[in-house]
């Protein structure tokens, strides 16, 4: 079972920035594409951005566009998800995610081929 962990999140003003991190514990990260989630109370999970293994592949959603961006540092055996002009809509439980490294091409923010999940952290845009 690969061991995923989100950093704190916590709650930030709207126009501020966070970013989070995903450490991979116990397997070397860079054999798997990472995707970051998110769901937001009352709605369905969201694929918000998610990178290839080696960092040249990504994907962002429409909604987060220009305002987050997704790298990795493999030697630190970490994905980070860089958020900035954060808007009340961004509040939600934040999941990264490991797909399956038999899976290839474009990840996919559907979810679909990530099976290994971080246990969430809180991110709250609120003033």
């Known amino acids: 079972q690969l061991l995923l962990v989100e950093s704190e999140g916590g709650l930030v003003q709207p126009g501020g920035s966070l970013r989070l991190s995903c450490t991979a514990s116990g397997f070397t990260l860079d054999l798997y594409a990472i995707g970051w989630f998110r769901q937001a109370p009352g709605k369905e999970r969201e694929g918000v951005s998610c990178i290839g293994r080696s960092g040249g592949s990504k994907n962002y959603a429409d909604s987060v566009k220009g305002r987050f961006t997704i790298y990795r540092d493999n030697a630190k055996n970490t994905v980070y998800l860089q958020m900035n002009s954060l808007e009340p809509e961004d509040t939600a439980v934040y999941y990264c995610?490991?797909?399956?490294?038999?899976?290839?091409?474009?990840?996919?923010?559907?979810?679909?081929?990530?099976?290994?999940w971080g246990q969430g952290t809180q991110v709250t845009v609120s003033s």
């Open positions: 995610a490991a797909r399956s490294p038999r899976v290839f091409g474009l990840c996919a923010l559907s979810g679909s081929g990530f099976g290994s």
